[in-house]
């Protein structure tokens, strides 16, 4: 009997994939540590659309949904070793997806820690506990942050990435590294996912379009960075989980076919694979800010910035991978989503 763990529960890709599964009548148990990177009452309502009320959430104690009997919540962090372990040992788990993770490509050049305590030693603790406990196959997030100083597009999962350009993208890259270590060493399962810039509503504040939105219907200039001359595969929430929907329930293989003598990245001997999930179809920054305001019905007023560090000029995604392993594509229309996306937030803002 499948029992799945989602860590990064109460955040935007885990919130819509716990609601999925949930739907589909998995077990699930949702893991969060509800930092203060944003708000924490955005997180205690995606909570709440689950049935998790805030009142009786408490550390490293499971709290079962009010609406889904087959869903419970854990507050805890991934690097509470101890907590984490005591959590795998009394679930017994068969599936884990792993999506919780300091976010933020410029928080990482201002807070570098965070992004050691969370992404890498909370990742080598998930990854101990699969290793000890079995776990059938653990599917993870990564980023297309991973591409770095990569100028050829699309980014083909065969392609190098070792120049990322912040601690987030090289503390992704990390992760894939450390799966595969555990791949080769100890058979375990495991797919990485690239997501590429994920929106839709419950979205995170910190991201582009969330901060546009609240900007122009505030009457506040949006801050449009290298000049608007930048582009971005834009990829719908439920494309994303659809996706790591379909890649969880099939965990990799070893390719008998890999050589160590042209190593391709993507794969290997041992039960590893690393797919990209984007839309295939980026999407110019000022276009972008258009479908916003079309949707908004104003204007925004810009200002316009130099590039930031840290961040890429472009970013676009082959999933043919994706799509021959698992017959699946993202292709939302981005007017389609920013139109959820708004519907949302104005709901939720009560506007």
Not at 103 to 118: L, Q, T
Request: contains cysteine; charged residues 20%.
């Amino acid at each position: 009997m499948k029992k799945i763990l989602v860590t990064g529960a109460a955040g935007f890709i885990g919130y819509h994939l716990v609601k999925n599964l949930i739907s589909k009548g998995e077990t699930v148990i949702g893991l969060d540590s509800i930092n203060d990177y944003y708000d924490p009452n955005l997180k205690y309502g995606r909570l709440r659309e689950s049935g998790i009320q805030k009142e009786n959430i408490v550390y490293n104690s499971l709290v079962t949904s009010s609406k889904h009997p087959k869903y419970s919540f854990i507050k805890l962090k991934l690097e509470d070793h101890e907590g984490l372990n005591q959590l795998f040992n009394k679930q017994h788990f068969t599936h884990v997806i792993n999506l919780a993770a300091q976010a933020g490509v410029r928080y990482s050049i201002e807070n570098p820690r965070a992004y050691i305590d969370s992404n890498i030693v909370g990742f080598l603790n998930i990854l101990e506990a699969c290793r000890h406990f079995n776990i059938s196959h653990l599917s993870y997030a990564s980023s297309s942050s991973v591409y770095g100083l990569n100028e050829k597009v699309p980014f083909k999962v065969q392609h190098n990435v070792d120049h990322p350009i912040s601690l987030y993208a090289a503390s992704k890259k990390s992760n894939e590294l450390m799966a595969h270590t555990y791949s080769h060493l100890f058979n375990l399962p495991t797919t990485g996912l690239r997501f590429f810039t994920v929106y839709g509503p419950w979205g995170r504040p910190d991201m582009a379009y969330y901060l546009f939105t609240d900007a122009i219907l505030n009457n506040r200039p949006i801050k449009v960075f290298n000049d608007g001359l930048m582009s971005r595969d834009f990829t719908y929430i439920d494309d994303i989980v659809e996706g790591i929907i379909r890649v969880n329930n099939t965990a990799p293989i070893g390719d008998e076919n890999w050589s160590g003598m042209l190593p391709n990245p993507d794969s290997s001997k041992a039960p590893y694979r690393v797919y990209n999930i984007g839309n295939s179809s980026p999407i110019k920054l000022m276009d972008f800010i258009e479908t916003i305001e079309s949707n908004l019905g104003r204007k925004a007023k810009k200002q316009f910035m130099p590039m930031q560090p840290g961040d890429v000029v472009s970013t676009y995604a082959d999933t043919k991978e994706l799509t021959n392993d698992f017959d699946y594509k993202p292709n939302t229309p981005l007017n389609d989503g920013v139109k959820e996306f708004v519907n949302w937030y104005k709901e939720f803002h009560n506007i």
